[in-house]
């Protein structure tokens, strides 16, 4: 068996592989390479180059199927649909809401716009999705979302179709995944969120090797309502020894299958004309795609929003975004127009804007917070202390900040995340009405070194 080993910027073999050849991915990469790469961390266009070029991951033999990943294809359409509208009532419970019934939303059209959003996010290394395929047929989607390659980490999401969830497939299709996540791409964490009820979901998580650290309360809507969700990750250098597939695969008490032989072809897949519907919808996708790139390059106009708080000790709580709106520079709003204004944005920006508040008592700063990664009517919120703030001030502007947030933006849930060392900001963010959720066992902050962080949250409900 060959062994991979990570250079700078291309990876050498050591003899023959169907992993890595030249710097470039095979088409074909066993479960077996993946358990046996012991990487140092790649450059990060090794990387993307590791997400652009697979194609497939197995195949496994797992209670007597045959479990293989490939890239997802516009005529999977009617066994999406047919196993989704089948598993209806196991599924929907638990997806994102929509205002759309189950049956619009599995139509080819849709199926077809999921398609190039996957391709679109794989081009830009943020995602990789994967069809699973049990005994040559469609059987499900797993992928890695949220790929930050600066941080090594991901999120990992998977549904299963329920005639074989239960032998074992959906596990080893995750395991494929995670261990691709680590083993190829370098990363260090992977998490994944489920929501509490789904408990089919949390055992195979947990089988897995996924590890509960927080339940997040009203975390987003789903088919159910509002929800709460429990998150769960995994650390890549606390895995089993030989990777989370072949342990899986131990399990379930199967024994190791041979590795498939270098070079083997895929089953040819013969193209056919796609449709006109499908035509128009890659034609409306891209020239949505073309507009959105046309944005990027128009100047953001900065637009101030001025807001008198209730009569507190600390005077005034200045609130600052930027927007693509036609308005002047610099504009002064004192009524609630420009928060209205900034909550249209978070509906229809795709690149979210972030809102810039600064405490301030006696005219001097005592602190300034940022509302960032604004998803699902939730939002982050950051706090950089300024000198020798004191406490209770800081805090009683973060409670009317908050208080904003929800009655005047119309977020329903506000979260920050804090190294587990920062007992200052914890206790200032606790008084302001925040409780601890949990704590993200190597969470690594944009260029900053992994360490535990706390996820703090508060809610409309709470």
């Known amino acids: ?25 095979v088409r074909r990469i066993g479960p077996w390479q993946l358990a046996r790469a012991v990487p140092t961390r790649p450059s990060t266009r090794s990387q993307r180059r590791a ?15 045959s479990v293989r990943l490939r890239l997802p294809r516009f005529a999977d359409v009617d066994d999406w649909c047919r196993i989704r509208l089948r598993d209806q009532q196991a599924i929907e419970p638990f997806w994102v809401a929509s205002s ?16 190039l959003e996957m391709r679109r996010a794989r081009r830009k290394a943020t995602a990789l999705s994967f069809v ?40 080893v299709a995750a395991s ?42 009203s975390f987003f809507e789903i088919g159910t309502g509002r929800a709460a969700h429990e998150l769960r990750a995994i650390i890549g250098d606390r895995r089993p020894v030989g990777g989370v597939t072949s342990d899986a695969i131990a399990r379930w008490d199967r024994p190791r299958p041979p590795a498939a032989p270098p070079n083997q072809a895929s089953p040819v897949v013969r193209r056919r004309i796609p449709p006109f519907t499908d035509l128009l919808t890659v034609s409306k996708f891209y020239l949505g795609s073309a507009r959105q790139v046309a944005a990027r390059y128009k100047k953001r106009k900065q637009f101030d929003i001025a807001w008198d708080g209730p009569a507190t000790e600390l005077g005034r709580v200045s609130l600052k975004g930027s927007t693509d709106v036609d308005s002047p520079t610099s504009t002064s709003h004192k009524t609630t127009d420009g928060f209205a204004r900034f909550a249209r944005l978070l509906r229809h ?61 119309g977020l329903r849930r506000v979260f920050a995340i804090l190294r587990v060392s920062d007992i200052t900001t914890a206790k200032i963010i606790e008084a302001a009405g925040m409780t ?26 709470s």
């Not at 080993?5 to 073999?13: K, Y």
């Not at 997400?51 to 199927?65: A, K, N």
């Not at 089919?200 to 339940?215: D, Q």
């Not at 979210?352 to 699902?376: G, M, Y």
Request: charged share 25%; with cysteine; glycine share 10%.
């Open 1 to 25: 068996m060959p062994t991979i080993v990570w250079f700078t910027r291309r990876v050498l073999l050591k003899g023959v592989s169907d992993g890595y050849r030249n710097g470039a991915i």
């Open 176 to 217: 494929l995944v995670v261990d691709y996540a680590f083993d190829v791409l370098a990363l260090y964490r992977v998490a994944a969120i489920t929501a509490v009820g789904n408990m089919p979901a949390a055992h195979g998580a947990e089988r897995i090797g996924f590890v509960f650290e927080a339940r997040m309360d």
């Open 436 to 461: 601890r959720e949990g704590t993200m066992t190597g969470y690594a902050e944009f260029a900053g070194k992994r360490e535990d962080h706390d996820l703090w949250a508060i809610t409309t409900d």
């Open 100 to 115: 759309l019934t189950w049956q619009e939303r599995h139509t080819r059209k849709l199926w077809v716009r999921e398609c």
């Open 349 to 409: 920006d795709d690149d979210s804007p972030a809102l810039t508040a600064q405490i301030v008592a006696d005219r001097s700063k005592l602190a300034t917070c940022r509302l960032v990664d604004v998803f699902h009517e939730n939002g982050r919120l950051d706090i950089a202390l300024v000198g020798e703030s004191a406490p209770q001030e800081v805090a009683e502007g973060v409670r009317v900040l908050i208080d904003v947030i929800f009655t005047k933006i």
């Open 132 to 171: 699973i395929e049990c005994d040559g047929r469609f059987a499900g989607q797993c992928g890695l979302t949220s790929i930050d390659l600066s941080t090594g980490q991901a999120e990992l999401g998977i549904w299963i179709d329920s005639t074989v969830a239960r032998g074992g497939v959906g596990s």
């Open 51 to 65: 997400i652009w070029s697979v194609t497939e991951l197995g195949p496994v033999q797992i209670s007597g199927h």
